[in-house]
């Protein structure tokens, strides 16, 4: 290998090694303080890295044909090299590209900085704003199903209830429907009073035909006439069910065409693994639970089409972890709506770019002309 080569390589080494700490505080800080960031002028990095590759590629040439960096400068010569080149070498010898690495990194940094990254803030006020959410839940008969622990219902309440205790300024309602739609609660910023009311519904709480059937379009309704006259920025339904709609007066395709003119988002979310699942349908002589596999249709391509109509999104629940992140995603999809509703304020960290290169060059001349400076 030749010196060229040799000090490309060993320059590359320390410039990766600082970059990678810078690297990691950056995203530490990212991280830790949930920033969002973005990037006014991302088209910046193309022309930067293409620089850069012309860079590293003229030096290689160079390094090749013996026209690198130094290669004319005058050299020391010594009867004795051999000699001394084993000798073990010094701290200096193992840092001497460090200036080198340095003024990298400057460059670097400096080259970062012109895409401008800037953190996205929501405006301190965003909280007086806050969203108008629905939740819609199936209470039909197959939510006892048990393929999801300890039954869908259940499941489906405690992730609810996390749901309800992670929002802070939102008004939340409740709707839930089986044969018929029943509105439980309407949009309110009491959530102690809202877990108490989903904590309360069980199967047997609704009348016994109202368990029968499953009216997806009544239910979906019935949270639009909630949100119709919300003046809200946004305005969501989260809509959970385990079956097909085989009930109601309201067809819900034509009730998600509702929520598009009302410019309501609808979650759909289908709980459950298949359209076959054990249900408990009894006790035994001995008081134990007789559980029988019992068919419930599902129709995925109906909640798929009301969440694609109002702009919202599709969720497959087949288990409770999937369960979990549905929800979690949909908060997350809340959060960023909250900020673009409110409209947002950008903060630019192009300074913290710039005072990390700027330090770099500085320590890169300090080292370069004391104790890391070379002599012809």
Known sequence: MSDSLRTLWRTTLWSLALLGALTVGYVWAVLSRRWVL???HPWMLLGYVVLVGAFVAGWILLGRRGGGPGANAPRVLVSR???????????????AELPSALRVCALVL??????????????????????????????????RAQDLLPT???????VIDNFITR????????????REAFPAMAPTLDYQALRQTVASMEIGVLSEESHAGTAIGDGLGAALNYLRRSDARSKVVVLLTDGSNNAGHLDPDHAARFAQ????KVYTVL????????ITTGQDFFGRPVVQMARFPMDPALLQRISTTSEGQFFRANDRAALDQAFH???????????ADAGVRHTELYPYLVLPAVLALALELLLASTVLRRFP
């Open 271 to 278: 709980v459950g693994q298949s359209d076959e699942a054990p």
């Open 38 to 40: 973005t990037l006014a």
């Open 329 to 339: 995603t949909i908060l997350d999809r809340l959060e960023r709506s909250r900020i």
């Open 152 to 158: 869908r219902l259940q499941a489906a309440k405690e």
């Open 261 to 264: 003119a009302l410019q309501v």
């Open 167 to 178: 929002r802070r300024s939102d008004r939340i309602g409740f709707v839930v429907f089986g």
């Open 110 to 143: 400096l080259g970062a900085a012109t895409t401008r990254p800037q953190r996205v803030d929501a405006p301190e006020t965003l909280e007086l704003s806050g969203i108008d959410i629905v939740l819609v839940m199936d209470m039909s008969g197959s939510m």
């Open 81 to 95: 090299g051999r000699e001394l080149a084993k000798l073990p070498r010094g701290i200096k010898v193992r840092v």
